[in-house]
């Protein structure tokens, strides 16, 4: 239903004041004062903190207080830090992240490895390294840095698949906060590497070079499971979260690959009361493809969704108002928004569903349009239910006429 794509933004609002408190709190740090410091201030000023509020935070200070992105990539390893222990937990309802195949399941796989290599592997063999610094341990260094490199895949499905979807909804403060730091990640890798392929005898430079590494790697990987990942799945459609995890093949993976094929659950229609003869409706007679047709061609937009809340039908004319994709056919509508607008889907539902309302009417501005929403609770001639018509028209151009058109132009 679309015009739960503004409820993204709900709440916002009401928490400006702690937003203005969390902004002061990151000027401080960007001004010199201590983590410590700033830390106690954090606690006692605003306790808890959303990953929807980190988002806006970070877009904040970059949009409203012109703090370089640069300057926010800075700040971002001490914010983390100063945040961390007191980030919300914030899933979507069915759990489906945690299905194999599911994108976000892929991804954390992926950290577990990469955890296991930097922590582990990386970390023992520098302490090797350090205690004798011959050619078998430089060896296995440069062996786990070509290795740890292979995070670049991870990193690039993160970058041009999930962060084009947060950006399509206004999420762009974490997105190029995040990208600035996986560059660096990838540059230190290389440096560190450099050092090894070139050692001169520089001891402390190379520990230093792969400990910045450890460092950095380690805490994206914080990064991603904490902010980056829950702030998604609060955000993305389930139709979304389908077409990244096809695109995830042409990228590649690291370390590891998906566990499985992730398969959203469909209600497959039956194909046996599709026909391509003609329809005989109660006023008249069309082919299927004459009912096609006058459909697209009307200047709104239809959805059907059938007594079981799963979606049948939609328009597809030229200038659709909101994109759909025929992934939605055989979806519950449900899995059609993000998890914290179903519930609201759900009300609606709920109510034509037991006969307390029979329509409902939205107006939001999207973009450079004014859109008008409207749903039908759908009846038969007994009064029964059997589905919800959703109707989206852009009504700026009715809005600016004015006077009358009684010839033809």
């Not at 004041?17 to 740090?29: A, G, N, S």
């Not at 599911?102 to 296991?116: A, G, M, Q, S, V």
């Not at 070509?146 to 909804?169: A, C, G, M, Q």
């Not at 993976?253 to 003609?278: H, M, Q």
Request: glycine content about 6%; overall charge negative.
């Amino acid at each position: 239903m679309s015009e739960f794509i503004n409820n993204r933004q709900q709440g916002i609002e009401n928490k400006s004041e702690r937003q203005e408190m969390l902004k002061k709190i990151i000027k401080d740090l960007h001004d010199g004062k201590s983590v410590e410091e700033v830390k106690a201030q954090f606690e006692d000023a605003v306790g808890n903190i959303s990953v929807a509020e980190i988002s806006q935070l970070e877009q904040a200070l970059m949009e409203e207080e012109g703090i370089p992105v640069s300057e926010v990539q800075r700040l971002c390893s001490v914010h983390t830090e100063v945040f961390k222990g007191s980030i919300e937990e914030i899933h979507s309802s069915d759990k489906q992240e945690e299905q194999p195949g599911h994108p976000i399941h892929t991804f954390k796989l992926e950290n577990k490895e990469i955890d296991r290599l930097v922590n582990f592997k990386l970390q023992l063999h520098l302490e090797r390294f350090e205690k004798e610094d011959n050619e078998d341990n430089i060896n296995k260094l440069i062996e786990d840095l070509n290795l740890l490199y292979d995070v670049d895949k991870h990193y690039t499905r993160k970058e041009n698949l999930l962060f084009p979807y947060l950006e399509k909804y206004g999420i762009y403060g974490p997105t190029q906060v995040m990208w600035g730091v996986d560059d660096g990640i990838r540059a230190a890798i290389k440096g560190a590497k450099e050092k090894l392929v070139n050692y001169n005898g520089d001891k402390k430079a190379v520990s230093a070079a792969v400990y910045f590494v450890i460092k950095e790697t380690t805490e994206m990987i914080y990064k991603e499971e904490n902010i980056l990942f829950p702030m998604a799945l609060q955000t993305l459609t389930e139709d979304e979260w389908v077409k990244i995890a096809h695109d995830g093949e042409d990228i590649g993976y690291c370390l590891t690959a998906p566990a499985a094929t992730w398969k959203p659950e469909r209600k497959e229609i039956n194909d046996a009361v599709i026909s391509d003869g003609f329809i005989k409706m109660e006023t008249g007679l069309l082919t299927i493809k004459q009912l096609e047709l006058m459909l697209n061609h009307l200047p709104v937009d239809i959805t059907f969704i059938d007594q079981d809340d799963v979606v049948r039908y939609f328009s597809h004319g030229k200038e659709r108002i909101f994109h759909r994709t025929k992934a939605v056919i055989g979806r519950t509508v449900q899995n059609c928004h993000p998890p914290k607008s179903a519930h609201v889907v759900e009300d609606l539902l709920r109510d034509f569903k037991s006969g307390e309302k029979d329509d409902e009417d939205f107006y939001i501005k999207f973009r450079d349009k004014y859109v008008y929403i409207r749903y039908f609770a759908v009846r038969d001639e007994n009064g029964e239910y059997i589905g919800t018509l959703e109707f989206t028209q852009n009504i700026d151009p009715i809005q600016a006429i004015e006077g009358e058109k009684r010839i033809l132009a």
